[in-house]
């Protein structure tokens, strides 16, 4: 079966701080992976998709950036936070292909920003 | 226009009601639908999926789907105080490649 795992869980980090989170799926190949981003109280904002190796989609102009160094690899990352990146960070992946693509989520990461 | 939208809430209803959730959604090539589960602090879990025009009940949960008028609905029956939480409506983009989430809708079940 497939499972994917997020890390860290909470991460208090200062402003101007470098993050970097990551997101591995097992149990499949070449599968689309994405990060949402979730403000309290707030619906999820697609971020970033992916659908192979070092190929990358951004979605919302800001100091994110994701990579993706190996197939089932996902990271999530930014030079210098802002208080405005405080938020609940979730990585999901779905299977390829046209006409179903259920996502399923990591467990996500509470990124306070102070 | 949003591309998926929903209303907000909170929705309340008794215990043993049923629950009914809408959602539209803009991109008319999309042909995959979703709900999803969250409890506060937790990450969504999917509950549902539709892919044709119609109904699809599993257990509790019935998803209806109408291309034409660009409208998905969740109804819960039986509701219990358990489902309370927020339900996040999902589209996939034409070509599947993306899900976008509607800003989900607060149901309270009152015991």
């Known amino acids: 079966s497939q499972t994917i795992h997020q890390w860290p869980a909470t991460l208090v980090q200062p402003v101007g701080s470098p993050l970097s989170l990551e997101c591995t799926v097992e149990?499949?190949?070449?599968?689309?992976l994405y990060w949402y981003r979730q403000a309290a109280g707030r619906g999820l904002q697609l971020l970033f998709y992916?659908?192979?190796?070092?190929?990358i989609s951004s979605e919302v102009p800001q100091n994110l950036s994701a990579s993706r160094p190996q197939d089932r690899q996902f990271i999530l990352s930014s030079k210098k936070l802002l208080l405005s990146d405080s938020g609940f960070y979730l990585c999901a992946w779905s299977v390829p292909g046209q006409g179903w693509a259920e996502a399923f989520f990591g467990q996500g990461t509470r990124l306070t920003v102070v | 226009q949003k591309e998926v939208e929903q209303n907000s809430g909170p929705l309340s209803v008794p215990e043993g009601a049923i629950a009914s959730l809408n959602c539209t959604y803009s991109d008319r090539g999309s042909q995959s639908f979703f709900w999803y589960r969250q409890y506060s602090g937790k990450s969504p879990e999917l509950i549902m999926s539709i892919y044709s025009n119609g109904d699809k009940e599993d257990g509790r949960f019935t998803a209806q789907l109408n291309k034409a008028s660009q409208y998905v609905s969740l109804l819960i029956r039986d509701s219990q105080p358990s489902d309370s939480a927020t339900y996040l409506c999902a589209v996939t983009n034409t070509g599947g490649f993306k899900t976008i989430f509607g800003a989900g809708t607060r149901l309270f079940v009152k015991a």
């Open positions: 149990g499949t190949s070449n599968p689309n």
């Open positions: 992916s659908v192979g190796i070092g190929q």
